[in-house]
């Protein structure tokens, strides 16, 4: 809609698609809780002592955590998985996730 009203039709820039993938991911995440019952609460994390440490979406179920960091890049770098691996030693018992464009499948131990 805001790319409408400033009259930009085209496809969505590399400064764009950041956000664009981020807030598709929070609607299919927002929709799973609700109808599925997923987790009970979600937020986004970034401790404030942090200067660059932040993840996208941080799920709670009980005990346990999903960490979610989302790239809208072809490539992870294993740089890019720090916040999450920081974020899942500190809670103990957290999954954490990579959402990216790339083909490849990341286990874990790859973030």
Do not use: C
Request: overall charge neutral; hydrophobic content about 40%; aromatic content about 10%.
């Amino acid at each position: 809609m805001p790319r409408a009203l400033k009259k930009q039709f085209g496809p969505p820039g590399p400064e764009e698609s950041g956000h664009l993938l981020e807030g598709w991911i929070a609607g299919l995440l927002r929709a799973y809780r609700d109808y599925r019952g997923l987790f009970d609460e979600w937020w986004y994390w970034a401790p404030a002592e942090a200067n660059r440490t932040e993840v996208d979406f941080l799920l709670r179920r009980d005990d346990r955590h999903v960490a979610i960091e989302v790239k809208a890049k072809e490539r992870w770098r294993g740089e890019e998985g720090t916040s999450l691996n920081e974020l899942a030693a500190s809670l103990g018992k957290t999954r954490a996730l990579a959402v990216y464009l790339g083909s490849a499948a990341l286990k874990d131990r790859d973030l």
